[in-house]
């Protein structure tokens, strides 16, 4: 009995980026190989919010998924976000998006990772094309003249033609053969647990970031979830942890017990769950995410974006490029990293002005005084509000955002 397992295409995790990938390959036609060191379902540490990225790239694999997942018990529909300033001032932004509207469907959800990433692979397994090996942790990856070779830690090999990296933020083949080497500053730890009980919530579940002085330009955030529970948790680049070495737990939890407008809302809540730990690379520069024979997807991708942290959006993005990008490189048996660079362009020019505009607006959440000017004149203006509320979703508006003259401008009342 041989170990050796063949395959077009190998996709290591098993993900939202892994996941998407290969339902989009198989929706192509394609087979291909879905290996995770894990056995699901499993949980995975993370804000728990569904962005309207990933309704986007659900209805455009196939709509019945995208109806399907929205009758789950375990999600809650969320409708916008709240963002409180330094001085815990509120302003509301709902999330505009037509496209879920005339469906009948909220423009984001919430659930958690271990139930959004189960029905996922619950999908997958509904797919002929796709094969999934779980309890299979891929240890080495090396090139071979028609193809690459991967080894497992139970002994198994693969010979795949092309590779999809979708392991996580984790992965050691972020660095090789993926050549990226994270700046600290551009590397978040976040920290997270869940609640019961915590009250005050948005009617229409909005998530909110809360932006604590002593933590910008990271940020507190409540998530809600379904029967009452609530993913809260912070995060901060690593740089300024070890610079000011800072115990994002201990800040956390002193939060919750001496900041009146979190002390009231935690008065009655409990925490059901441990404080976990985990590590988010944020996009800091447009770099390379594919060579000879692979392709990064996901947070191994380091495509995080540094102010909202939105990264299941965008694993599912990446997810389904790598796929279209795989089925382009099959079908010319060219596999070689001048070609490949046609993931990247497709990546970078569906999320790369959005991931470059958000790189600019972290500049100017470093200082309380202006942050909590210009929420507060939001909070007093619909029409600012409408043009914030745009920014989400559309880029030209969210542009303006980058420019220091805007700001000003809010805080003169103009």
């Not at 990296?165 to 869940?194: E, L, Q, R, V, W």
């Not at 948005?202 to 002593?214: A, P, S, W």
């Not at 115990?247 to 017990?257: G, V």
């Not at 005084?369 to 600012?384: D, H, M, R, Y």
Request: charged share 25%.
């Amino acid at each position: 009995m041989t170990n050796t397992i063949h395959t077009d295409v190998c996709i290591v995790g098993a993900g939202p980026a892994g996941s998407f990938a290969s339902l989009f390959l198989d929706k192509a036609g394609i087979n291909c190989l879905l290996v995770d060191k894990a056995k699901f379902p499993r949980d995975k540490i993370c804000g728990d919010g569904i962005s309207g990225w990933v309704l986007g790239i659900l209805n455009l694999l196939d709509e019945d998924i995208l109806l399907r997942l929205s009758k789950q018990p375990f999600l809650l529909h969320s409708h916008g976000i709240r963002i409180v300033s330094p001085n815990f001032s509120e302003l509301d932004l709902p999330f505009i998006d037509e496209n879920m509207f005339k469906k009948g469907l909220p423009p984001g959800f919430i659930a958690r990772r271990i139930d959004f990433d189960q029905f996922m692979i619950d999908e997958v397994k509904k797919r002929a094309g796709v094969k999934l090996l779980e309890n299979c942790e891929v240890s080495g990856y090396s090139l071979l003249k028609d193809g690459t070779e991967l080894s497992t830690g139970d002994g198994k090999t693969i010979h795949a033609k092309l590779v999809i990296f979708a392991n996580g933020a984790g992965s050691k083949f972020m660095k090789d053969p993926g050549g990226i080497h994270k700046d600290p500053k551009f590397t978040m730890t976040g920290i997270k647990t869940y609640f019961n009980g915590v009250t005050g919530f948005h009617e229409q579940n909005y998530v909110e970031l809360i932006f604590l002085k002593k933590l910008l330009p990271g940020y507190f955030w409540i998530f809600p979830l379904p029967g009452g529970m609530a993913n809260v948790g912070v995060g901060l680049d690593q740089f300024r942890i070890r610079k000011k070495k800072i115990n994002l737990k201990t800040m956390m939890l002193q939060a919750i017990e001496t900041e009146p407008y979190l002390k009231e809302r935690f008065k009655n809540a409990e925490q059901v769950t441990k404080v976990e730990a985990y590590g988010l690379p944020l996009w800091d520069k447009k770099r390379p995410i594919s060579g000879h024979r692979f392709m990064l997807a996901g947070d191994t991708a380091s495509l995080i974006d540094p102010v909202t942290g939105e990264g299941m959006g965008h694993a599912a993005i990446t997810g389904m490029l790598a796929a279209r990008q795989a089925v382009r490189s099959l079908n010319t048996q060219d596999f070689s990293a001048t070609f490949m660079k046609q993931y990247d362009e497709s990546v970078y020019d569906m999320i790369g002005k959005e991931l470059a505009i958000s790189s600019k607006i972290l500049n100017f959440i470093k200082y309380p005084w202006l942050f909590n000017g210009v929420i507060n004149k939001a909070a007093k203006s619909k029409t600012l509000q409408e043009k914030l509320s745009l920014a989400m979703t559309d880029l030209e508006v969210r542009k303006k955002l980058r420019k220091p003259s805007l700001y000003l401008k809010i805080l003169m009342g103009r």
